[in-house]
């Protein structure tokens, strides 16, 4: 692990293998695309710094760029600030405060928690691809609220909601599909289940 990234000590065994599964899983072409991505929103520089997961870490890890992203999507969708007060200060835990407010103003804003990282995830860069994908999830989801600016990932699908009469439900009864199968000519003539059995007098 690179200095600036947490002062935890340095993974062994199990742990190691595990960070280094994560570490592989990193692409670094999506995080392109995210820091593009908060550049248009905010009006970062943040594709002019230098590349790299930990770099990113370290360009996220206080949370007040990630604070600013949330509440300018929640502004741009109809909404109000959802995180009230940005600590600008370069204490552990007011960064990690930061990130832990992000991260439930984007439960707020509608966001699946399986979507979102856990602040050790950035602060001490454990996890990034994690923070990759919330990234694109937020992105995701301003897009589905009707945020008509710049986006990365997919368009969250709508509802389509079907009512049927009962007359088209019960001709839906009487049709067999296909995945249920059929027996129509089917017999077990000729099926043979292991071997056969030899009886000696």
Known sequence: MQSGCGSRAKKSGDAAETQKKLEAKYDIEQERQCRYWIDSVL?????????????????????????????????????????????????AFKQMENIEQFLKGCIAFGLKAGDCFQTADLYEAQNMSQVLVQLYALSSVAIKKGFTGPSIGVKISDENKREFSKEQIDQG???????????????????????TRAIMD
């Open 43 to 91: 009006g970062e520089n943040l594709s002019e710094k230098e590349g790299g997961m930990y770099n990113f870490a370290q360009v996220l890890k206080d949370g007040q760029i990630l604070c600013k992203l949330l509440n300018k999507l929640s502004e741009e969708t109809g909404g109000a600030p959802l995180v009230k007060k940005v600590n600008a200060q370069k204490m």
């Open 173 to 195: 009864k009487a049709v067999i599909g296909l995945q249920m199968g059929t027996n129509k000519g089917a017999s077990q003539a000729g099926m043979n289940l292991g071997k």
